[in-house]
């Protein structure tokens, strides 16, 4: 984590629009003119990453972070500001890699690792091991016509990262593969980063963010809104995403030294949050499959017509474990007054496994808080879950077997 | 300058294998496959052979050969083939490879290239059929033939040389694309192909001289159906005029490659 492989600094990438394109060309020859419009997509952008880092653009749509890719790849050049690039750089942009419909996938794979630069040899020596990982059998001889999205994916993906890259760059096209496929790619980029590969990632799927990533950039109109731990970044985006049209959102720096955010027009919100034991105190920590109780009080700051009470528990790096919310239970309340104190109490087995836990709590009208968004707020509540009396297992769901062993002859 | 040939050295293999892919996607779905690549030409010469020959009832001075004015066709139409398959591909390459040149990051310079190479073995196939026919019809090979190679590379010099440049600017301005399909058309009639140069008044004879493609073409008809040396110092000067509009291409392509992206 010493060297950084890509270093950006004050990036800016404008479109530029004149009235006559013999402007623009004069421009190429000295004899600039002024553009009758000027789009810039992205603007100051300075971050470096370093080797064998794992970094996550995440955005809305129009934040830039196809542009961003496009630049660190090379396809698209600055208008303003550098970019260092050190070793090689695979990436797979969108869809298809500009494959030829008429040729094979096998065609098109010598075909793409000859765009890539290797030479005839080398490209020998990939081409069973990318027909391997494909696994697409006999359809790699097959006209690429005859292909399934999917199958695509599954080409480009198996040719793009045929050799190892010290940079590596996906712009969502995991997201089109199988489950399958998916597992066993991003098996591959496990295996690159363990050997060194650096990754830029570009995804809507907070889970691939938060379970590949080890951080996260958010992109917000073409500036960097916010650069750091995966978990932290993809609940600010939750939020930023939940309050397109009065921006509250807030971050509270806890004292485990996390972000809390959260967000909402505050019509409602979480008085008190606490998690308590069979015999009614309150407790942090929480043996395996030990009976809890979680306990919330709301309170309405404005009468409201219908509120949904939800919760989410969530691993040590903000993968959803369980939630539900009171839509789901059939449980919501109508007609609410300003001032009225709602109590949910939810009583459960904590069959999970040992760990650090957090819990996210939302106040809204349906069951996404997409619509109304009276309150959404991310480690609520934190506690731990340890092994006391269990026999040792591993993982976040507590799953306790019968196991039958029998010796047999 | 350096740079950009040592890319297209390393990317040489590939440049070959695109050339084979592109001769055998061309036609991939059609019958007759690349067969087609010389049938349309063969068929453009027969129908001006036969509207010229038996409705219009041209003639041509100095042969005795009765085929003669077919040979002469031909042999034009090899040339002009040539030109304007290099001029009309290069004028769509980079629009035409817009998903690959968003999505990869490659040297750009290997696109034309890819396109003058495959043109030309289309060209030399026609070029071997036609040779066919000639000697079918009694049109025997003269040591004058053996200039057929520098006539060809001389073509194709030039039509890469104008094709590129045109297909820089159609990245931009796209309407360049169609007028140079009403362009072609009409330098095809303004060159003397389907009809003899000494058919038209003094003064227009004059003008079309300026037409390099008039050198061109006429020299393949010298070489191939009069046995004459080709026009050498036209020639010269064609290729003159060539390296200046390659070297301008190349200049206007490095210019424009940091926008050509922006706007595909």
Redesign the interface.
């Known amino acids: 984590m010493s060297t950084a492989v890509l270093k950006i600094e004050g990036l800016g990438k404008a479109?530029?629009e004149y009235g006559m394109?013999w402007r623009?060309?004069l421009g190429?020859?000295g004899r600039r003119f002024e553009p009758t419009s000027e789009t810039w997509v992205l603007r100051g952008i300075s971050f470096q990453v370093f080797a064998g880092e794992s970094v996550g653009i995440v955005g809305q749509n129009g934040a830039g972070k196809s542009t961003l890719l496009?630049l660190v790849?090379?396809?698209?050049?600055p208008t303003e500001g550098t970019i260092g690039v050190a070793g090689r750089?695979a990436?797979i942009?969108?869809l298809?890699?500009?494959f030829?419909p008429?040729?094979t996938g096998r065609?098109n794979a010598?075909?793409?690792a000859?765009?890539?630069?290797m030479?005839?040899e080398q490209i020998e020596t990939i081409i069973p091991a990318v027909e391997e990982f494909a696994e697409i059998g006999e359809y790699f001889d097959q006209?690429l016509r005859t292909y399934s999205s999917g199958m695509q994916v599954r080409v480009a993906f198996s040719v793009v990262t045929a050799v190892r890259p010290e940079i590596l760059i996906i712009d969502e096209a995991l997201s089109v593969g199988d489950a399958y496929f998916a597992h066993k790619s991003m098996a591959r980029i496990r295996e690159f980063r363990k050997q060194g590969t650096t990754l830029l990632f570009v995804s809507h799927d907070p889970g691939a963010i938060r379970s590949l990533c080890d951080r996260a950039i958010l992109l917000e109109r073409g500036k960097v809104l916010m650069d750091g731990g995966p978990s932290e970044v993809m609940d600010y985006y939750n939020a930023l995403v939940a309050e397109k049209e009065n921006a509250t959102v807030e971050v509270r720096h806890l004292a485990s030294g996390k972000a809390q955010t959260s967000s909402g027009t505050r019509d409602a919100v979480v008085e008190t949050i606490g998690l308590f034991n069979a015999s009614g105190e309150p407790v942090e920590f929480v043996n395996v499959g030990e009976p809890v109780e979680l306990r919330v009080q709301a309170r309405l700051h404005r009468a409201i017509p219908r509120l949904v009470f939800g919760y989410m528990i969530k691993d040590r790096l903000g993968q959803p474990v369980f939630g539900t919310n009171t839509h789901h239970t059939g449980q919501a309340l109508d007609g609410l007054e300003a001032g009225q104190l709602v109590e949910y109490r939810m009583a459960f087995p904590m069959n999970i496994g040992p760990g650090s836990y957090s819990v996210s709590t939302a106040l809204s009208s349906t069951e996404t808080h997409l619509i109304d968004n009276y309150e959404w707020r991310d480690l609520a509540l934190m506690f731990n879950v340890a092994n006391q009396n269990r026999n040792l297992f591993v993982g976040t769901a507590w799953v306790p077997p019968i196991i039958e062993v029998r010796r047999q002859g | 300058m350096k740079l950009m040939l040592l890319a297209v050295w390393h990317y040489r293999h590939f440049i070959f294998t695109s050339i084979k892919n592109d001769l055998r996607t061309r036609f991939a779905r059609s019958r007759l496959g690349a067969t087609w690549a010389i049938l349309q030409p063969l068929a453009q010469g027969a129908i001006y052979a036969i509207v010229f020959t038996r409705v219009l009832g041209a003639k041509l001075p100095d042969t005795n050969n009765k085929f003669a004015y077919a040979i002469y066709l031909l042999a034009g139409l090899a040339g002009w083939t040539l030109f304007s398959e290099v001029v009309t591909r290069c004028l769509t390459i980079f629009v035409d490879n817009a998903s690959l040149l968003k999505k990869m990051v490659f040297p750009r310079i290997c696109l034309p290239l890819i396109v003058s190479g495959s043109s030309l073995l289309n060209n030399l196939f026609l070029l071997a059929a036609t040779i066919g026919i000639f000697i079918a019809v009694g049109d025997y090979p003269t040591w004058m033939w053996l200039w057929l190679p520098l006539l060809v590379a001389i073509t194709l010099l030039f039509g890469l040389a104008l094709g590129l440049i045109l297909g820089v600017l159609n990245v931009f301005v796209r309407d360049v694309a169609q007028v140079m399909n009403i362009v072609l058309q009409l330098w095809f009639w303004l060159t003397p192909i389907v009809y003899a140069i000494n058919i038209l008044p003094g003064h227009f004879a004059l003008v079309l001289r300026l037409n390099p493609m008039y050198a061109i073409c006429s020299s393949y008809q010298q070489v191939l159906l009069w046995g004459n040396p080709p026009h050498f110092k036209t020639l010269g000067a064609i290729v003159l005029v060539s390296i200046v509009l390659l070297a301008a291409g190349m200049l206007l392509f490095r210019k424009a490659s940091p926008d050509m992206v922006d706007v595909l």
Do not use: C, H, Q, V
């Not at chain 1, 790849?73 to 050049?77: E, I, K, V």
């Not at chain 1, 000859?114 to 630069?117: H, N, R, V």
């Open positions: 479109f530029r394109e623009r060309m190429w020859f496009k790849t090379g396809t698209l050049r750089i990436a942009l969108e298809g890699m500009g030829n008429d040729l065609e010598r075909y793409t000859g765009l890539m630069g030479s005839p006209p």
